[in-house]
C-alpha cells in the first residue's frame, strides 16, 4: 500500500451540523481542498458512526478526494453516531429522504459547484442508489461498491425465499448492539445522555420487522431500485467481489441501468477493493473512481468511458483454503451483459433416482457469509460437505473458463409440504481435495415466485431451476466439476420444520454453466494501491483476540454442532483524540443433527466507550437469540446500557413470530 504524501491541493477539515427540513441535524465531516474555485462535492452516508468506528477508513479516502479537488463529506444517518433524531429501519424513507436533502444542501453551499456524487461500500452502496433512484437533481454520479438493487433475494436476510439464518440474525443483533450506543460528549456537549436516552427508548430490534416479512412483498420492494431501474439517471460505477455475497447485482445493474454504467467484479471480499485485505490482489481504487468523478461530476474528458461495460476477474483454480492473500487470475472485458462472449453450456445429470436427505449440520464448512479479510472467512475443503450431499461429476478435458451465474434443473419429488434444496458447484483436483466455486439457494415453496409459498403437492414431481450466484473461475483440464446438492446448509440457511429432504431424479436434471471465450485481456490494468495518511489508531491486543475466529464443536453423544463465531470486527483500538473503543461480540450456531427444530442462534456484544480526559465511560450489553418450533419462530432480545456503574436502560424483548413461508 502506498501512502499519498502531496497532493495537487492542500486540504482543510471540519465538522458541521447539516439541517434537514424538520429541524433536524446531521453531524457530517467535510474535507475540502483549499481553493477559491468551486468544487463538486462528494458523498458518503451512513449509519455507522463517522467519529470512531469508521474513522480509519474514512480518513484512507475522504482526504485523498479533497487532494484531489473535491469536497468529500462523510454524514451519519439520523438517530446513529453524533445527529440527531431517532433511529429506524434500515432504508427507510424518513432515511432516504433525509439523504435527498443532505444531497441539496450539499449542492447549495458556497464552495460547491452544484454537482454531487455518491459513494460507499454495503449500506452506504444500498442508499446511494436508492437515493439516485429518487433523482435529486444535484446528484450526478453513484459508485456504489458490495451492494444490492433487491433488498429481499440478495441482501442479509434471504437467499433463495430463504431464511438466511448466519446473517438474517447476526446483522440484526449487530445493528441492535450498534444503535444502543451513545453520542460522544466531545462532538456534542453535555446533551449526550439526554440524546441516548431518548434514543433507546426507540430502539425495537430490526429481527422483528424482518422475519414478519418472509415473502418478496411491498416491505423489500421499498428501496430495491430492481423494481424500476428507469428511475436512476445518475452515471453508476457498480463494484462487487466474487467473494461478496452482493456481486450478481453489478451484472444487473449493467444490464439494466438506462445511462452511463460500468461494471467491476474483481476477486475481493466486502471490502473496498483498495485495502488489501484477502483475498487480493488489490487495486488502485481512489485513482479508478477519481477517472469516474472527473468525467461525471467536472466535464473532464478521459477514457473511462471507453472502458469495457463489464470488467470481470477470472480467478485460476487454486486450492481450498480459509484465506487466500492474492488469487490467481486475470481480467476480461465484456461490451455488455449478458455477453456475447458467454455461452450457456448444459450437463445432463446421469443416474438412478435418490434420496437427498442431508444431516442437519450439512453446510458447517460454508464459510463466512460477508467474508470481511479475516484468516478463517471463506470455505475450506469441501469433500465433508460434499459427502453429506449427491454428487454429480463432469470431467474438463481441456481449460474451461466460466463467468457469470450458473443454473441447475433439478427434477424433485417430496412427500412433505415443504423444503429447500442447496447447490454446490467444486473444482475438483487429482487428488481429491474439493474447492467451493459457488452454490445457490431455492426454498422451495419460492419454486413459482418469491412473492408467494406455495406448499409442495405431497408425493408429487415437479421441475426447479434456480440460479447460483455469480462467478469467474478456470477449470484446468485434469480437474473435474462437481455439482453437490443437498437439502440441508446450516447455518446459512434456516431449516424448515418438517424437512425430510427429497427425491431427485437424474433424468431431467442439469447443470448449465455459462463458458466464457477468448483469452485474459492484459490491457485491462489499474494503478497500484494508494491511502491518503491514516488516522493514527492504536489497536492493543487482548486476551479475547486470541480465541479462534470459527470454532465447530461436536458432542457425539447427543448429535449436537455448534459452531462459535468471533466476527472481529475492530477489537480494542484507541483514537488520537483519546477516545478508548473496546468492542467484543460472539456468534453461535447450534444444532442436532437431525432434527431442524433443534436449530438456536445467539450473539452476545459488548461494547464500551471511554474517555478518561471527560470521565466518560459507558458500556452497551445485549443478548440476542433465535429458536423455533414447527409453528413459530421465537425471538428474544435483551440490551443493558451503563453510564459509569449505573445501569440507565434496561429491556428485553420476546416475540413469536408465525413461520410463513420461513
Known amino acids: 500500500m502506498q501512502i499519498r504524501q502531496s497532493f495537487p491541493y492542500e486540504t482543510t477539515r471540519e465538522d458541521v451540523q447539516v439541517p434537514l427540513p424538520d429541524g433536524t441535524r446531521l453531524y457530517a465531516r467535510i474535507w475540502r481542498p483549499v481553493t477559491d474555485e468551486s468544487v463538486p462535492a462528494l458523498l458518503e452516508?451512513?449509519?455507522?458512526?463517522?467519529?470512531?468506528?469508521?474513522?480509519?477508513?474514512?480518513?484512507?479516502?475522504?482526504?485523498?478526494?479533497?487532494?484531489?479537488?473535491?469536497?468529500?463529506?462523510?454524514?451519519?444517518?439520523?438517530?446513529?453516531?453524533?445527529?440527531?433524531?431517532?433511529?429506524?429501519?434500515?432504508?427507510?424513507?424518513?432515511?432516504?429522504?433525509?439523504?435527498?436533502?443532505?444531497?441539496?444542501?450539499?449542492?447549495?453551499?458556497?464552495?460547491?459547484?452544484?454537482?454531487?456524487?455518491?459513494?460507499?461500500?454495503?449500506?452506504g452502496g444500498f442508499n446511494s442508489l436508492q437515493i439516485a433512484a429518487l433523482a435529486p437533481e444535484p446528484l450526478k454520479a453513484v459508485v456504489t461498491v458490495c451492494s444490492t438493487d433487491d433488498r429481499y433475494d440478495n441482501d442479509v436476510h434471504y437467499m433463495g425465499g430463504s431464511v438466511l439464518a448466519v446473517d438474517m440474525h447476526a446483522w440484526a443483533a449487530t445493528m441492535l448492539a450498534f444503535v444502543s450506543r451513545p453520542p460522544d460528549p466531545l462532538f456534542v456537549g453535555t446533551d449526550w445522555r439526554e440524546m441516548w436516552l431518548a434514543r433507546l427508548e426507540a430502539v425495537d430490534p430490526f429481527i422483528h420487522t424482518w422475519l414478519d416479512h418472509q415473502t418478496r412483498d411491498d416491505y423489500w420492494r421499498h428501496g430495491s431500485v430492481c423494481e424500476n431501474y428507469s428511475a436512476i439517471s445518475a452515471a453508476v460505477l457498480a463494484v462487487g467481489g466474487f467473494h461478496d455475497p452482493y456481486r450478481d447485482t453489478v451484472l444487473r445493474l449493467v444490464e439494466h441501468l438506462p445511462g452511463d454504467v460500468r461494471g467491476l467484479i474483481g476477486p475481493w471480499s466486502h471490502q473496498y477493493p483498495d485495502r488489501g485485505l484477502p483475498p487480493g490482489p488489490a487495486i488502485g481504487f481512489l485513482q479508478e473512481t477519481l477517472r469516474w468523478w472527473d468525467h461525471h461530476l467536472k466535464g473532464v474528458e478521459n477514457d473511462v468511458m471507453a472502458e469495457p461495460k463489464l470488467r470481470s476477474w477470472i480467478s485460476d483454480s487454486h486450492r481450498p483454503a480459509t484465506v487466500h492473500d492474492e488469487l490467481p487470475g486475470g481480467w476480461v472485458g465484456d461490451p455488455s451483459w449478458p455477453s456475447p462472449n458467454v455461452t450457456p453450456v448444459s450437463y445432463a445429470l446421469r443416474g438412478n433416482p435418490l434420496i437427498v436427505n442431508s444431516p442437519q449440520h450439512t453446510g458447517l464448512d460454508a464459510g463466512r457469509f460477508f467474508p470481511f479479510g479475516n484468516d478463517a472467512d471463506l470455505p475450506p475443503d469441501q469433500r465433508d460437505e460434499d459427502a453429506k450431499s449427491a454428487c454429480f461429476e463432469f470431467e474438463v478435458p481441456s481449460a474451461v473458463r466460466i463467468l457469470g451465474r450458473p443454473r441447475v434443473t433439478l427434477r424433485l419429488r417430496m412427500d412433505v409440504p415443504f423444503g429447500q434444496a442447496i447447490a454446490r458447484v467444486c473444482d475438483v483436483a487429482p487428488d481429491g481435495s474439493s474447492t467451493l466455486v459457488t452454490r445457490g439457494v431455492l426454498n422451495l415453496s419460492a419454486r413459482h415466485g418469491r412473492d408467494r409459498a406455495d406448499a409442495w403437492p405431497l408425493g408429487d414431481t415437479e421441475d426447479v431451476t434456480f440460479d447460483l450466484n455469480a462467478i469467474g473461475y478456470a477449470f484446468p483440464p485434469g480437474h473435474r466439476i462437481r455439482l453437490a446438492v443437498s437439502s440441508a446448509y446450516w447455518p446459512w440457511i434456516w431449516p424448515q420444520a418438517d424437512s425430510a429432504g427429497f427425491v431427485l431424479d437424474p433424468a431431467g436434471s442439469s447443470l448449465e454453466l455459462p463458458f466464457r471465450d477468448g483469452d485474459l485481456d492484459p490491457e485491462i490494468t489499474f494503478a497500484p494501491p494508494e491511502h491518503s495518511q491514516p488516522l493514527e489508531v492504536v489497536y492493543p491486543a487482548t486476551l479475547d483476540e486470541q480465541r479462534p475466529e470459527r470454532l465447530v464443536v461436536r458432542d457425539v453423544a447427543k448429535g449436537e454442532w455448534r459452531l462459535a463465531v468471533d466476527p472481529r470486527y475492530g477489537g480494542t483500538r484507541?483514537?488520537?483524540?483519546?477516545?478508548?473503543?473496546?468492542?467484543?461480540?460472539?456468534?453461535t450456531y447450534t444444532i442436532n443433527e437431525s432434527d431442524p427444530l433443534s436449530a438456536r442462534t445467539r450473539s452476545d456484544w459488548t461494547i464500551r466507550l471511554h474517555r478518561p480526559e471527560l470521565a466518560w465511560d459507558v458500556r452497551v450489553e445485549s443478548r440476542s437469540e433465535i429458536t423455533c418450533d414447527a409453528a413459530d419462530f421465537i425471538t428474544s432480545n435483551e440490551v443493558v446500557c451503563k453510564d459509569g456503574g449505573e445501569v440507565v436502560f434496561h429491556r428485553t424483548w420476546e416475540k413469536r413470530i408465525p413461520r410463513t413461508a420461513g
Not at 484507541?574 to 456468534?587: H, K, Q
Open 574 to 587: 484507541v483514537y488520537p483524540d483519546g477516545l478508548e473503543f473496546t468492542e467484543d461480540a460472539l456468534e
Open 45 to 123: 452516508y451512513l449509519p455507522y458512526r463517522l467519529s470512531d468506528w469508521t474513522a480509519p477508513r474514512d480518513w484512507q479516502r475522504h482526504p485523498w478526494y479533497a487532494g484531489h479537488g473535491y469536497a468529500s463529506v462523510r454524514v451519519d444517518v439520523r438517530g446513529h453516531g453524533n445527529s440527531e433524531g431517532m433511529p429506524g429501519d434500515e432504508y427507510s424513507a424518513v432515511e432516504l429522504a433525509d439523504g435527498v436533502a443532505v444531497v441539496n444542501w450539499l449542492a447549495q453551499q458556497p464552495w460547491c459547484s452544484g454537482k454531487v456524487g455518491m459513494f460507499g461500500i454495503s449500506w
